[in-house]
């Protein structure tokens, strides 16, 4: 990134640069300097968005032992820390007055979280990330984040497709979205891929989307998915899929923390 801005293939005005805070630099002296060693991996000077990954404190691992440390402390044991989300959030916001990041954000909360978050924050979240997809809507969640002023961004666009590769059994037992007849027949309705519908679903209703890719044609594509809008009905149709199957949640995690526990964690 820093060769491409230096060689003028690119300037950083013109991009747009997310980063996140892993669970185990959730106490808040361990905040700063962990993102000036990300700022320094990346060449930068400061990043765009800065987002709390997980609502889940872990301990401190030193980045000199492991880096990235992953969720476990040592072996298998998930050891968690005592910091609070307001903590983290106010040395999130200390970031934005250091000149680090120029906003801040949060991915993977659910809606009491947020508000209890927005109880002591000095900065409002400017983004909540999360899973999105036709399994799950989260139609709820996406009321309150408009009604906060907090945009959405959606990953996982493709639902289960994104998580087999885990080899999570309920990943597998279901359809994969780009090959449902339903969604295959709404994307033959529009001489368009179903990859493009399932995105197109989810801009047309107001989210941001982060579909991931290193081939070109697939980019194209995923950029053209914005270029035609589907009916009230389709959309409707779509959403109607919803199970409130999440696939992405620290439960799928190993975890050998006893409860009840007096230590604060924050699930999802």
Do not use: C
């Not at 709390?52 to 030193?62: K, T």
């Not at 440390?69 to 044991?77: I, L, N, V």
């Not at 399932?198 to 950029?223: D, H, V, Y």
């Not at 199970?243 to 050998?256: K, L």
């Amino acid at each position: 990134m820093a060769r491409a801005i230096k060689d003028g293939l690119v300037t950083r005005e013109e991009l747009f640069i997310v980063s996140k805070l892993w669970n185990t630099f959730h106490d808040a002296e361990r905040v700063e300097p962990i993102v000036k060693k990300q700022l320094a991996d990346w060449g930068l000077e400061y990043f765009d968005l800065y987002l709390i990954h997980f609502p889940v404190a872990l301990e401190w691992v030193d980045p000199a032992v492991r880096y990235p440390p992953g969720w476990h402390y040592e072996g298998d044991e998930i050891r968690p820390s005592k910091a609070t989300i307001q903590e983290t959030w106010g040395a999130l916001e200390a970031l934005v007055a250091a000149g680090l990041t120029k906003s801040i954000g949060i991915s993977n909360f659910q809606g009491q979280l947020i508000y209890d978050l927005l109880r002591s924050a000095k900065i409002r979240p400017a983004t909540l990330q999360i899973e999105h997809h036709p399994y799950l809507v989260q139609q709820e969640l996406l009321n309150l984040a408009k009604h906060e002023g907090i945009a959405v961004t959606a990953y996982s666009s493709f639902g289960p497709a994104s998580f087999k590769q885990f080899n999570m059994e309920h990943a597998a037992k279901l359809t994969p979205l780009i090959e449902d007849e339903t969604i295959q027949k709404i994307a033959a309705k529009y001489n368009r891929d179903p990859s493009q519908v399932l995105l197109r679903w989810a801009t047309q209703r107001g989210l941001a989307i982060i579909p991931k890719s290193t081939r070109e044609p697939i980019m194209a594509s995923n950029f053209a998915s914005i270029d035609f809008d589907l009916s009230e009905e389709d959309i409707a149709t779509i959403s109607g899929f919803n199970r409130g199957i999440r696939f992405n949640q620290p439960s799928n995690v190993r975890s050998t923390i006893p409860f009840p526990s007096t230590t604060p964690i924050h699930l999802l």
